[in-house]
């Protein structure tokens, strides 16, 4: 959790929270989508994480993605950006968020695959064999991505 994210909760304790996560939608060269199946909840999802203060976009998503997978982004481009009801979350200790998120899309990246403390699997999945227990707040554009919807999609 950022000093930030903290500083916020020790001010309104579990009030809703405003915050705005990137995320990429990750395709190999056979058309897979790269998912990670987190620790905390076995929810699946595209990987990412929260904008930290004067963070660009694309600095979060890059940082976020190779802390949770080990790969490198480039050549990202807007998939869309995402608000509205899905938006809202409460946690099992109470605080609660609204997250606002930006999402891109790539098939160029570097590395090795690998999974940090936050990842039970990261793994590349047809469409077709996508898990159900995808994580509710993230099922919009992994929905978008499958129908093949164009982008920039703003929600």
């Not at 090795?112 to 064999?129: D, I, M, P």
Request: with cysteine.
């Amino acid at each position: 959790m950022s000093n930030y994210i903290q500083t916020m909760r020790n001010l309104i304790g579990n009030q809703t929270l405003l915050t705005v996560g990137c995320g990429a939608i990750i395709e190999d060269d056979k058309g897979r989508i790269l998912l990670q199946q987190r620790t905390d909840h076995s929810e699946w999802g595209i990987p990412g994480g929260l904008l930290e203060l004067g963070e660009t976009f694309v600095e979060t998503v890059k940082r976020e993605v190779w802390e949770e997978t080990g790969l490198t982004l480039e050549d990202l481009n807007l998939f869309g950006i995402y608000s509205g009801e899905k938006g809202f979350a409460e946690y099992e200790n109470g605080d609660k968020v609204y997250s606002v998120q930006v999402i891109f899309f790539t098939k160029k990246f570097s590395g090795h695959l690998t999974q940090n403390k936050e990842s039970k699997r990261v793994v590349f999945l047809e469409k077709l064999e996508l898990p159900k227990q995808l994580n509710s707040h993230q099922a919009p554009f992994i929905e978008d991505w499958i129908k093949g919807t164009a982008p920039p999609i703003i929600k």
